[in-house]
């Protein structure tokens, strides 16, 4: 097994096919419409970071950090968000998806971030925590800002899982786990 972190403009074409065709299938609904024949997830000055575990050219598990600025109780927090975080299910329960957190974890720690952040279903949250990532209580609000929808109203929600990285991002982690954060139109 290899071990790789790419950026947008050096992820290979045969890797980012199979990263592309595994998200056509996962969230499905993240492709309709106009984004039907969409083959990028990140516009580049999003900067995403492809971090990628793959053997012979075969994509084993993948997840993208990509740079967000997030406000919240009225202060801007320098954030890697983690987004799109799977193992194809041939390798699943071999450790490859926890491998995989180590490495994202490690590299978002060497970075001058002050916060990171990623979205998962309960049933899934061991994972995170193994690699040091803390379950928040408040709900996440995105949408309309004037009008944000809540996660804990969705059919299916999700845990705000989160890393205090920076003396000003460790500063403010009580307020993260008790005041709702508004992420924007749409978490990632």
């Not at 998962?120 to 996440?140: N, R, V």
């Amino acid at each position: 097994m290899n071990e790789h972190v790419f950026t947008d403009r050096d992820f290979p074409d045969h890797l980012r096919c199979q990263y592309m065709s595994f998200l056509r299938t996962h969230w499905w609904w993240l492709f309709q419409g106009e984004q039907r024949l969409r083959t990028t997830m990140w516009p580049v000055d999003i900067e995403p970071t492809h971090v990628v575990l793959e053997e012979s050219g075969i994509l084993i598990s993948y997840a993208t950090i990509v740079n967000k600025m997030v406000g919240h109780t009225d202060t801007s927090f320098r954030t890697a968000a983690i987004s799109a975080v799977f193992t194809y299910p041939a390798w699943r329960k071999q450790g490859y998806g926890q491998h995989l957190m180590n490495l994202v974890t490690e590299r978002i720690r060497t970075n001058d971030y002050d916060i990171a952040m990623l979205f998962c279903e309960s049933e899934i949250m061991e994972l995170y925590h193994k690699s040091g990532w803390l379950a928040m209580q408040s709900p996440t609000l995105s949408g309309d800002p004037a009008n944000p929808s809540s996660s804990a109203d969705d059919e299916y929600p999700e845990t705000r899982m989160m890393l205090f990285l920076s003396e000003h991002g460790q500063a403010h982690q009580a307020a993260f786990d008790h005041t709702p954060v508004y992420v924007g139109k749409h978490s990632w």
